[in-house]
């Protein structure tokens, strides 16, 4: 009987390293997964806080950022032209309930008058 050698070409010398991959995979397996950085930098001087800065970081795709409930970039008037359309339409509609508001007001005050 025989035994099987299962390693592949290459690797005779260190048949259980570490899996080789390129950057390329590295940013793939990044960009599917996420990754969170997150630090506080406080500066005080004489028990006066005189800085706090808070970082959070979050590195993934569109679709890994979907998944965690992160979509600002779909909503920011900013950043989306459905999102200003949008915008702009509330606005229209909010200005226009206060117009209506104003002109019933202004009719019940030159109602009474007359």
Do not use: C
């Not at 996420?34 to 569109?62: M, Q």
Request: glycine share 8%; proline share 4%.
């Amino acid at each position: 009987m025989t035994d099987l050698d299962h390693r592949y070409p290459g690797q005779e010398t260190e048949p259980y390293g570490p899996p080789s991959g390129s950057l390329a995979d590295l940013l793939e397996r990044v960009l599917d997964k996420g990754i969170v950085i997150a630090g506080d930098i406080k500066i005080d001087l004489l028990d006066i806080e005189l800085l706090t800065i808070r970082l959070r970081l979050f590195i993934a795709s569109v679709d890994t950022a979907k998944k965690a409930g992160i979509d600002w970039w779909e909503t920011d008037p900013a950043l989306s032209s459905r999102a200003a359309r949008d915008a702009l339409a509330e606005e229209n509609a909010r200005l226009r309930e206060r117009l209506d508001a104003l002109e019933g007001a202004a009719g019940e005050t030159t109602g009474a008058v007359r």
